[in-house]
C-alpha cells in the first residue's frame, strides 16, 4: 500500500472487469448493448461481429507533452520532464492532458506498425500550444518514420519554419492560437507548406483577445481565398470521446468541400462512412479501443498514481495560451 513516499502512491485507482475479475483501464460504452458486444469479442465469441479494422485513410492524432516524473497533488514534484503520447480534452477552453500516458517509441511502434499500418500521423504538441514550449526532439523521433502533420500552437509566422525544421510534412496553423484572418494572409505568403485547421467548440475558437468571424463557412471560405489548398478541421469538444464525427460537422463538409481532414471523435470505424463520403483524410482519436488493444500490456495507458483519487493533472510550467 505504501510507497517510498508514504501517503503518495497508496491510491492506484485501478477497474476490475466484472466479467473477468482483470484490472485495466475504464472504458465507456453508449449502452449496455455495445458492453456485451466488445465483452463477446474478447472472448472470442463466433457469432461476434468482426472487429474494425484500422484504414489506410486513418490518421492517428498524436498528443504529445512533457509529463514531470513525479506529480504530487497537482505539483510537479520532480521538475524532470520526458514527452509522452498522452490523452487529451477540451476543458475551460484550454487542450488539457489526461491522466494515461505511453512512451513516444511505443505509440509510434504500435500505429506505425505492420497490425495497424499508419504511414501519416497528427501531433498535437500541447508544450507548444499551451506555453510555445514544443517537444521538437519527440516530434523528430516520429518524423524519422512517418509523414506527420504538426501543430505547435504557431503564434506568429517565425513559428512556421520552427515547424519545418523538424522535418515534417506539414505545418497545422490552429485558430486558437491566433488573432485573425490577416495572420493566415501572412503565412501563406511565407510557406504554401502549411494547413490551416479551424478549431471548433459550438463556433470558430480564435485566441481570448481575437473579434474575428467564428462562423465555420465564413472562415473556410476566407481561407480558400488566401490560397490555401487543404483545410482541417477539428472538434474540440469531441477529441477523445470515440463519439463518432459530428453530423452537423459533415454536413458543413459537403458544402466547403476540397481536400479536407476531419478530427475529433473519430474512430477507425468511421473512417469508411467518412471515405464515402468524400472526406479523404480522417483523423483518429487517440488511444482508441482498437490502438489500446494493440499496446502491449506492460505498456498500456498508465494513470498517474502518485495523484489522490478526485484531483487533476494540473501543469505549473506556465500560463496556457488564451482560447
Avoid at 498517474?304 to 501543469?315: I, N
Wanted: charged residues 30%.
Amino acid at each position: 500500500m505504501q510507497g517510498f513516499l508514504p501517503g503518495i502512491n497508496d491510491d492506484r485507482q485501478t477497474y476490475v472487469c466484472r466479467d473477468c475479475d482483470g484490472e485495466g483501464m475504464l472504458l465507456r460504452f453508449d449502452s449496455e448493448d455495445e458492453r456485451v458486444k466488445y465483452a463477446a469479442e474478447r472472448r472470442g465469441d463466433p457469432s461476434a461481429p468482426p472487429k474494425p479494422r484500422p484504414s489506410g485513410e486513418a490518421i492517428p492524432i498524436l498528443p504529445i507533452d512533457a509529463v514531470p516524473l513525479l506529480e504530487v497533488r497537482g505539483v510537479d514534484a520532480i521538475p524532470i520532464y520526458r514527452p509522452k503520447v498522452v490523452d487529451v480534452a477540451w476543458t475551460d477552453g484550454t487542450l488539457r492532458r489526461g491522466g494515461y500516458r505511453v512512451d513516444v517509441d511505443t505509440y509510434w511502434s504500435i500505429v506505425g506498425g505492420p497490425r495497424y499500418n499508419a504511414e501519416r500521423v497528427f501531433v498535437l504538441d500541447l508544450g507548444g500550444i499551451n506555453h510555445a514550449n514544443p517537444s521538437f526532439d519527440a516530434v523528430r523521433l516520429v518524423a524519422k518514420h512517418a509523414t506527420v502533420f504538426l501543430d505547435l500552437g504557431v503564434r506568429r509566422s517565425e513559428d512556421v519554419m520552427d515547424g519545418f525544421m523538424v522535418d515534417v510534412e506539414s505545418v497545422v496553423v490552429g485558430t486558437k492560437n491566433l488573432d485573425s484572418l490577416e495572420q493566415f494572409a501572412e503565412i501563406h505568403e511565407l510557406s504554401e507548406g502549411v494547413v490551416p485547421c479551424i478549431d471548433l467548440a459550438g463556433g470558430v475558437v480564435w485566441s481570448a483577445r481575437s473579434r474575428e468571424d467564428r462562423d465555420l463557412r465564413d472562415v473556410a471560405a476566407r481561407l480558400r481565398q488566401i490560397g490555401f489548398a487543404s483545410l482541417a478541421m477539428m472538434d474540440l469538444r469531441r477529441l477523445g470521446t470515440f463519439a463518432g464525427p459530428d453530423p452537423r460537422l459533415l454536413k458543413a463538409f459537403a458544402e466547403i468541400g476540397g481536400d479536407l481532414l476531419l478530427g475529433g471523435g473519430i474512430r477507425e470505424e468511421d473512417v469508411a462512412a467518412l471515405r464515402q463520403a468524400g472526406l479523404r483524410h480522417a483523423l483518429v482519436d487517440p488511444f482508441t479501443p482498437v490502438i489500446r488493444e494493440l499496446l502491449p500490456s506492460k505498456e498500456a495507458p498508465t494513470t498517474v498514481e502518485a495523484l489522490p483519487k478526485g484531483s487533476s493533472t494540473k501543469d505549473v510550467r506556465g500560463t496556457p495560451a488564451p482560447g
